[in-house]
């Protein structure tokens, strides 16, 4: 099972980025995709995650300016990043989370997630 996260780069404020991740190794369309990030001297901390169709949620500081989406097949996973801030330079890691039951809710745990990839480092400069 692999997860590789692409897209990572330089950007200024303001600018906008997309993110992606592809999944293989197994089939993920009954996982949960999620993003979280990293920032220098920070914990992790969660960005955005989704089953299907209404099953998203987002981070407050995220919300309104990133997007998660996924491919039907369920394994690339994206996060289109708009009006990017100097606070959202990180390490973006990819994560994978088995759907358990039809009433589980969109993990925003990071213990939750069950497989993760290597991260891509977004960096935006004021």
């Known amino acids: 099972v692999q997860l590789q996260a692409s897209g990572g780069g330089l950007v200024q404020a303001g600018d906008s980025l997309r993110l992606s991740c592809t999944a293989s190794g197994r089939p993920f369309s009954s996982y949960y995709m999620g993003w979280f990030r990293q920032a220098p001297g920070k914990e992790r901390e969660f960005v955005a995650a989704m089953g299907w169709r209404t099953s998203i949620l987002y981070a407050d500081s995220v919300k309104g300016r990133f997007t998660i989406s996924r491919d039907s097949a369920g394994n690339m996973v994206y996060l289109q990043m708009n009006s990017l801030k100097p606070e959202d330079t990180a390490v973006y890691y990819c994560?994978?989370?088995?759907?358990?039951?039809?009433?589980?809710?969109?993990?925003?745990?990071?213990?939750?997630?069950?497989?993760w990839g290597q991260g891509t480092l977004v960096t935006v400069s004021s």
């Open positions: 994560a994978a989370a088995r759907i358990r039951s039809v009433l589980s809710l969109v993990p925003r745990n990071s213990q939750e997630y069950d497989y």
